[in-house]
């Protein structure tokens, strides 16, 4: 089993920068791709971020694409979103998940992801 545990967010003003943090006290995330996924109030969860197990593939949903930066650090079991440049709209509730079947080809499908962190909650004020 896979504990995942979600921590940084909070309350930025628009323009400010926020980084999360994704780790677990159990299993190693090694043999796991990652994503960040997040859901605003009265909409459904989507796609930010994925990475591979190793880091070498990454791919961003392209509202994001150039102000947030996902990454691992496998040696710390933890997995980083960093955030720039927030703007009102990224308010939302920031989850991380793991799929143990897409650690070299990381999927932004989230049925795809085997466990879920609690989420942490993003919020910029304009």
């Known amino acids: 089993q896979v504990q995942l545990v979600e921590s940084g967010g909070g309350l930025v003003q628009a323009g400010g920068s926020l980084r999360l943090s994704c780790t677990t006290s159990?299993?190693?995330?090694?043999?796991?791709?990652m994503g960040w996924f997040r859901q605003a109030p009265g909409k459904e969860r989507e796609f930010v971020a994925v990475?591979?197990?190793?880091?070498?593939?990454?791919s961003y949903a392209d509202f994001v694409k150039g102000r947030f930066t996902i990454s691992r650090d496998i040696a710390k079991n933890t997995v980083h979103l960093q955030m720039n440049s927030l703007k009102a709209e990224d308010t939302a509730v920031y989850y991380c998940?793991?799929?143990?079947?897409?650690?070299?080809?990381?999927?932004?499908?989230?049925?795809?992801?085997?466990?879920w962190g609690q989420g942490t909650q993003v919020t910029v004020s304009s």
């Open positions: 990475i591979s197990w190793n880091g070498g593939r990454r």
């Open positions: 998940a793991a799929a143990y079947r897409y650690s070299d080809y990381p999927t932004d499908s989230e049925r795809e992801y085997d466990y």
């Open positions: 159990g299993r190693t995330l090694s043999s796991y791709g």
